[in-house]
T-cell receptor, first 113, second 111 residues
Framework: NAGVTQTPKFQVLKTGQSMTLQCAQDMNHNSMYWYRQDPGMGLRLIYY???????DKGEVPNGYNVSRLNKREFSLRLESAAPSQTSVYFC????????????FGPGTRLTVL | QKEVEQNSGPLSVPEGAIASLNCTYSDRGSQSFFWYRQYSGKSPELIMS????GDKEDGRFTAQLNKASQYVSLLIRDSQPSDSATYLCAVPYSSASKIIFGSGTRLSIRP
């Protein structure tokens, strides 16, 4: 099992460009998450999908959109990138339910110039 | 008030001592609490979870939960240099699907 995979690993964008970050999991998990992590800070929730077909806003959703393509895949789109979106983006998944842990992907390091 | 709060540190502890990390949360309905460890440049990994009031021990790690005070802590006994990392507290909210992290506490174990 690959677990949670993310592509790309690194990306540099210019202000105003758009891009989609891809995330896939092969653990048959119901719930998937997108977080961003800025230097010296914890993880901030951007969007999450409790189950296939549903998505909800997290703490910092502005400037982002998501798509739960199927049970395996959950993508994050930046329509018009801004320097404030420079960050490391982590995708995570878990079996739905309060006592279940999240499993994280390796992260995507995004720089917006 | 932030939903999950942690002291950002850095917390410096001598090798062999006990490191104590604290976390408070705002939602009284939260039922599960997680501690993740994150090494620099890596993804978070789960080290402890706790659901009931009291203590839960796993090797050198002990998680403590007090739901009345909305407080959860992590103790690391016999601290080792390999314990130097950022420790993140995570709490499921609402339907238990929305999981919020604290800002993390950076721990440094000095030889």
């Amino acid at each position: 099992n690959a677990g949670v995979t993310q592509t790309p690993k690194f990306q540099v964008l210019k202000t105003g460009q758009s891009m989609t970050l891809q995330c896939a999991q092969d653990m048959n998990h119901n719930s998937m998450y997108w977080y961003r992590q800025d230097p010296g800070m914890g993880l901030r929730l951007i969007y999450y999908s409790a189950s296939e077909g549903t998505t909800d806003k997290g703490e910092v959703p502005n400037g982002y959109n998501v798509s739960r393509l199927n049970k395996r895949e959950f993508s994050l789109r930046l329509e018009s990138a801004a320097p404030s979106q420079t960050s490391v983006y982590f995708c995570a998944s878990r079996i739905a339910g309060g006592h279940n842990e999240q499993f994280f992907g390796p992260g995507t390091r995004l720089t917006v110039l | 008030q932030k939903e999950v709060e942690q002291n950002s540190g850095p917390l410096s502890v001598p090798e062999g001592a006990i490191a104590s990390l604290n976390c408070t949360y705002s939602d009284r309905g939260s039922q599960s609490f997680f501690w993740y460890r994150q090494y620099s440049g890596k993804s978070p990994e789960l080290i402890m979870s706790i659901y009931s009031n009291g203590d839960k021990e796993d090797g050198r790690f002990t998680a403590q939960l007090n739901k009345a005070s909305q407080y959860v802590s992590l103790l690391i006994r016999d601290s080792q240099p390999s314990d130097s990392a950022t420790y993140l507290c995570a709490v499921p909210y609402s339907s238990a699907s929305k999981i919020i992290f604290g800002s993390g506490t950076r721990l440094s174990i000095r030889p």
